[in-house]
Structures are given as structure tokens and as C-alpha cells.
């Protein structure tokens, strides 16, 4: 799908703007089933693509998504109770994040799903909750990314891993899988004065190197645990067209005799098949107006360049204008 379709605004617009008023989101289900059939497609049918709740937690969406062949990766038990709601069975939602309530636990190993654990913690508290699991659930480890060891706050670092297996193993959850995400954004070291604020980059899609080097260290782990049945590998994949590349390196890395991948995706399903509706409620002047959104409505848009474009086609010359949204801010 060309960049330029991909941005232009859905067929009838216009009319939803009409009928709901602005601002209003939009998301066309078709686009989005479409780029999770190529998304599938690179990967292979071996492969279980799990689409990541955060990215648009929209019970259609879900649904949409979930229909046309996605798992459901939910890092919250807000998003573990959309994706039921949406018609997930449990075996086909992965259970992440790094908060997780004893009840939120127990549902989920009741139902049988995928729960990955992200510290000692948590394990200890799954532990406890032995009893209640179906013999569908399965339970992962979530484990530093290697690049990332003693910097970050998500997930075991790997030294830990096998104390935290063997604990599981004698509560009657034997650990059947690893996971592992890097995410996209990535912090600057502090300043040399001032106040203690970190510079935030996003850097998205990730360089091929980093999720090659990923994928090799929990195909480590997960053979020095004697063999594990699958490797969850995370989000931040580009979208379909530039994903071949990073599909054969992972699976390069983790060698001919894989064990099941799992791999986790948000905005390269939806990204091109979401929108918001906004209105021109003033001209300032012939190269400014003011509309009905704000960043309240498009956070990212202080880091982040956003298109924009006409729902209808205007006559005239094309000239630089100035957004301003109903904020005192923008």
C-alpha cells in the first residue's frame, strides 16, 4: 500500500464528521485486517503474530484484528479484560506487562493464557497461585535485552533466569517460554547540571542488528534451561514492506531447530488505518488556522511529524500553514 493511500483520510469522512462531530477518531478495519495478512505473510504460518493492545485498545480493533488471525498481547489487566471482551479466548492472549494483580494473575491462569512474568516478584506471586491454572496456560520470562543489562527495569536480567525457572518448576509451572521486547524509545544520559531529565529519542523500526542479537541470547537461555517450546521476541517490527530483513535475521539467529516464535506488533497494523477528524474553526490570516484538536488529542506530535490531510480536495496553490490547536499550549 503506497504511503500516499495509506494517508488519505477514509471513504466518507466527511459524512462520520457530520454525523459524530469533530474531533473524531477513525479507524478503517479493513486496512487494518490487510496489513496483518502481509504482516502474517513474511513471517510464515509457523510464526503466531500477536497484535499489542496498547497501540489502539479499541474493542473493534481487537476484534477486527483477532479475526483476521492475531494473537492479543495485552500489558495490563485493563487490556487483558478488552481483549476478552473483544472475544479473545484466554490460549490466545499473551499476558505481559510490568503490573499484574493477584486476581488479574488468576483469571489469566484460569483461562489458559500465556502469562510472562516480568521479575522475581511476579514469580513469587504466580507461584502461589498454582493451583488455579489451566492445563492450557503456559508461563514465560521476560529477560533483558542484551544491550540493556543493569539499565533497564523491565524483565529478568539473565543471570537470574534459571533460579527463577526452577522456583516455577516446583510450584507445577514448569517456565515454556522466554520473551523479549527493546522498545523504541530510548533514553539520553542525564545533564551534567540542571534538573534530572532525560533526553527521550524514538527510534523506530529498530536497527536489524538489535533484534538479531535478541533473538540469539534467548535462544541461549532458553537451551542452557534444557529446551523451551517458544520464543516471544517482542514488538517493534516495521510494517510488512521492510520486514523481510528482519524476519531472516531473527530466525537466523535462533537457528533451524526453532522453537515456535512468537512476534508482537501495534503500529505496523494500525498505523495506516487510523485517523483523526478535525475541523477548521478559524483563519488566522493566509498562512495559519485554528482547529478543534490539540495535543491532548495527538501527544506525539511535539517529537513526531504528523500528516495532514484535506478530507476533500482544495483548489489553489499549496503554501505553508500554521496549525494551531484550542489550547493555550497548541
Given at each position: 500500500?503506497?504511503?500516499?493511500?495509506?494517508?488519505?483520510?477514509?471513504?466518507?469522512?466527511?459524512?462520520?464528521?457530520?454525523?459524530?462531530?469533530?474531533?473524531?477518531?477513525?479507524?478503517?478495519?479493513?486496512?487494518?485486517?490487510?496489513?496483518?495478512?502481509?504482516?502474517?505473510?513474511?513471517?510464515?504460518?509457523?510464526?503466531?503474530?500477536?497484535?499489542?493492545?496498547?497501540?489502539?485498545?479499541?474493542?473493534?480493533?481487537?476484534?477486527?484484528?483477532?479475526?483476521?488471525?492475531?494473537?492479543?498481547?495485552?500489558?495490563?489487566?485493563?487490556?487483558?479484560?478488552?481483549?476478552?471482551?473483544?472475544?479473545?479466548?484466554?490460549?490466545?492472549?499473551?499476558?505481559?506487562?510490568?503490573?499484574?494483580?493477584?486476581?488479574?494473575?488468576?483469571?489469566?491462569?484460569?483461562?489458559?493464557?500465556?502469562?510472562?512474568?516480568?521479575?522475581?516478584?511476579?514469580?513469587?506471586?504466580?507461584?502461589?497461585?498454582?493451583?488455579s491454572a489451566s492445563p492450557e496456560a503456559r508461563v514465560g520470562l521476560r529477560v533483558t535485552p542484551?544491550?540493556?543489562?543493569?539499565?533497564?527495569?523491565?524483565?529478568?536480567?539473565?543471570?537470574?533466569?534459571?533460579?527463577?525457572?526452577?522456583?516455577?518448576?516446583?510450584?507445577?509451572?514448569?517456565?515454556?517460554?522466554?520473551?523479549?521486547?527493546?522498545?523504541?524509545?530510548?533514553?539520553?544520559?542525564?545533564?551534567?547540571?540542571?534538573?534530572?531529565?532525560?533526553s527521550v529519542t524514538v527510534q523506530y523500526p529498530l536497527p536489524v542488528e538489535r533484534f538479531e542479537?535478541?533473538?540469539?541470547?534467548?535462544?541461549?537461555?532458553?537451551?542452557?534451561?534444557?529446551?523451551?517450546?517458544?520464543?516471544?521476541?517482542?514488538?517493534?517490527?516495521?510494517?510488512?514492506?521492510?520486514?523481510?530483513?528482519?524476519?531472516?535475521?531473527?530466525?537466523?539467529?535462533?537457528?533451524?531447530?526453532?522453537?515456535?516464535?512468537?512476534?508482537?506488533?501495534?503500529?505496523?497494523?494500525?498505523?495506516?488505518?487510523?485517523?483523526?477528524?478535525?475541523?477548521?474553526?478559524?483563519?488566522?490570516?493566509?498562512?495559519?488556522?485554528?482547529?478543534?484538536?490539540?495535543?491532548?488529542?495527538?501527544?506525539?506530535?511535539?517529537?513526531?511529524?504528523?500528516?495532514?490531510?484535506?478530507?476533500?480536495?482544495?483548489?489553489?496553490?499549496?503554501?505553508p500553514t500554521d496549525l494551531f490547536g484550542p489550547l493555550c499550549l497548541q
Amino acid at each position: 500500500m503506497s504511503e500516499d493511500h495509506q494517508n488519505r483520510p477514509p471513504a466518507g469522512a466527511d459524512v462520520l464528521a457530520a454525523r459524530f462531530g469533530t474531533p473524531l477518531y477513525v479507524v478503517d478495519g479493513e486496512r487494518a485486517a490487510a496489513a496483518a495478512a502481509d504482516f502474517r505473510s513474511v513471517w510464515g504460518r509457523d510464526v503466531t503474530v500477536a497484535y499489542s493492545l496498547k497501540c489502539n485498545p479499541l474493542v473493534g480493533v481487537v476484534r477486527r484484528l483477532h479475526d483476521a488471525g492475531c494473537a492479543a498481547e495485552a500489558a495490563s489487566g485493563f487490556e487483558y479484560r478488552i481483549a476478552r471482551r473483544a472475544g479473545v479466548p484466554g490460549p490466545d492472549i499473551i499476558f505481559n506487562g510490568p503490573l499484574k494483580r493477584p486476581a488479574e494473575l488468576q483469571r489469566a491462569l484460569a483461562e489458559g493464557a500465556t502469562i510472562i512474568l516480568d521479575g522475581p516478584e511476579q514469580v513469587r506471586a504466580l507461584s502461589a497461585l498454582a493451583d488455579s491454572a489451566s492445563p492450557e496456560a503456559r508461563v514465560g520470562l521476560r529477560v533483558t535485552p542484551p544491550d540493556r543489562a543493569g539499565a533497564d527495569r523491565f524483565g529478568l536480567p539473565a543471570r537470574m533466569v534459571p533460579a527463577a525457572a526452577r522456583m516455577l518448576a516446583r510450584a507445577g509451572l514448569p517456565v515454556s517460554g522466554l520473551h523479549v521486547h527493546l522498545g523504541a524509545y530510548q533514553l539520553g544520559p542525564l545533564p551534567a547540571s540542571g534538573p534530572p531529565i532525560h533526553s527521550v529519542t524514538v527510534q523506530y523500526p529498530l536497527p536489524v542488528e538489535r533484534f538479531e542479537r535478541a533473538a540469539r541470547q534467548l535462544r541461549e537461555i532458553g537451551d542452557a534451561l534444557g529446551g523451551v517450546e517458544w520464543l516471544d521476541l517482542g514488538g517493534g517490527w516495521p510494517a510488512a514492506p521492510e520486514l523481510a530483513p528482519y524476519a531472516e535475521a531473527a530466525r537466523a539467529a535462533v537457528g533451524a531447530a526453532v522453537p515456535r516464535l512468537i512476534v508482537e506488533t501495534g503500529r505496523a497494523l494500525v498505523r495506516g488505518a487510523g485517523w483523526l477528524l478535525a475541523r477548521v474553526n478559524e483563519r488566522r490570516g493566509p498562512g495559519a488556522a485554528v482547529l478543534d484538536v490539540g495535543i491532548t488529542q495527538i501527544p506525539c506530535v511535539m517529537w513526531k511529524r504528523s500528516p495532514v490531510t484535506p478530507v476533500a480536495p482544495r483548489l489553489g496553490a499549496i503554501r505553508p500553514t500554521d496549525l494551531f490547536g484550542p489550547l493555550c499550549l497548541q
